[in-house]
């Protein structure tokens, strides 16, 4: 059960993961805005053209420090053309803690507190990520990409530069400390020595797997 490269996914219809929701709402931006606000929450594409917009209204819930968040948005019908005009009414939930308060948007479907909500496809309901079954990047790869994927955030985060197996150490980011710079260094030699001992020791044990299931093929 399991093994190296196996994946959770394996055998099962591939979910559609958080980067490819279309949009999102975090609970902790719209608790900044102030009650009687409105607008428009849009979303940008990488070249910073606008490709979604939807329409807000936070508005006040009596006797209570809750708010209520009106949103409306318009759907083109992809037979017809026309535009069809959508509604919908979360709950901003706050929790009081012992310095500050922390926001939460209510999951209409399943009640839960989320601190996101996503919209899947224009004409479905916002909803949060365990009701919408939307899955982490990370969850559908193999464990042999997930060393590397996570090697290369590492360097791409705290060193802004691209990793390459076997390739040139990245220099010092301009403006880093050198002890700041020697510590992500040593925990880049860690990671990399965890990666190419998982490697070592799933690599064998891949092929073996492989041989065997192609002699089964052969002999069958």
């Known amino acids: 059960m399991g093994g190296f490269s196996s994946s959770r996914w394996a055998g099962h219809r ?7 929701a279309h949009l999102s709402l975090i609970a902790r931006k719209l608790a900044t805005l ?20 939807v329409g807000f209204e936070i508005l006040p819930i009596a006797n209570s420090l809750k708010r209520r968040t009106e ?15 959508r509604r919908a009414s979360l709950l901003l939930d706050p929790a009081q803690l012992t310095f500050g308060t922390r926001w939460w948007l209510r999951c209409p479907r399943c009640g ?3 601190a996101r909500l996503y919209l899947p496809t ?18 559908q790869l193999a464990r042999p990409d997930r060393h590397t994927y ?11 530069a691209e990793w390459t197996p076997c390739g040139a150490r990245p220099p010092r980011p301009k403006g880093m400390h050198r002890r700041t ?5 040593e925990a880049l030699a860690r990671m990399e020595r965890q990666r190419d001992d998982f490697f070592l ?3 064998p044990l891949i092929m073996l797997r492989g041989w065997s299931r192609q002699r089964q093929r052969t002999s069958g």
């Open 14 to 20: 591939r979910r559609a993961t958080i980067a490819e």
């Open 34 to 53: 102030p009650v009687g606000a409105s607008g428009a929450i849009e979303w940008t594409a990488r070249s910073n053209k606008r490709w979604a917009s």
């Open 71 to 85: 949103l409306s948005w318009s759907v083109i019908g992809t037979t017809s053309g026309t535009r069809e005009h």
């Open 112 to 114: 839960h507190r989320r």
């Open 122 to 139: 224009p004409r479905d309901h916002w909803q949060c990520r365990v009701c919408a079954r939307l899955g982490y990047f990370t969850q």
């Open 150 to 160: 996570r090697v290369r955030r590492f360097v791409r985060r705290h060193l802004d």
């Open 181 to 185: 710079f020697r510590r992500h260094m």
């Open 201 to 203: 020791l799933g690599a």
